[in-house]
């Protein structure tokens, strides 16, 4: 296996992910490894019979501040673990800007969490954590979220 420098860990900041962050990190530290700590969000685009609504430019502008804000946040509250974290904010597909993130910084894992839903709630949402399992070129570590 290819010794692991960095770790790629997604976050959309629920509990269940920051506990992932948090046991990436603590893999991290055996390892002597880094964390790159990506949020990925996407502009929501709303379909009508007439057209589409697009979020506003303000708007886009706010999730993009609260995204690094909440990144800012995840690192300053571990940066006494051992292990430098740096932070990656993109735009985009959440899975694909993961993929596109690990393959950048020469990851030799995707550390993600799965909340666990099913049925009508995960066709809806859709699961990051499935794709990335189904698309990524290096392992990836699935933390589940326990109900």
């Known amino acids: 296996m290819k010794h692991l420098s960095n770790i790629v860990v997604g976050t959309d900041f629920s509990d269940i992910a920051l506990h992932a962050l948090d046991e990436a990190i603590d893999l991290a530290k055996l390892l002597g490894a880094t964390i790159t700590l990506v949020h990925a969000y996407e502009i929501p685009v709303y379909g009508f019979p007439d057209g589409i609504l697009v979020a506003s430019s303000n708007f886009a502008s ?3 501040s609260a995204g690094q804000r909440q990144l800012d946040e995840a690192v300053a509250a571990r940066s006494d673990r051992g292990v430098t974290i740096r932070s990656v904010l993109r735009m985009g597909a959440p899975w694909e800007e993961i993929n596109k993130v690990a393959e950048e910084t020469g990851a ?3 550390v ?3 909340h666990g ?3 009508l709630t995960r066709a809806l949402l859709g699961s990051v954590a499935e794709r990335l399992m189904r698309t990524a070129t290096l392992p990836v570590l699935i933390i589940h979220g326990a109900k």
Request: aromatic share 0%; hydrophobic share 40%.
């Open 62 to 64: 706010q999730l993009q």
């Open 108 to 110: 030799g894992l995707i």
């Open 112 to 114: 993600a969490a799965t």
């Open 117 to 119: 839903r099913r049925g």
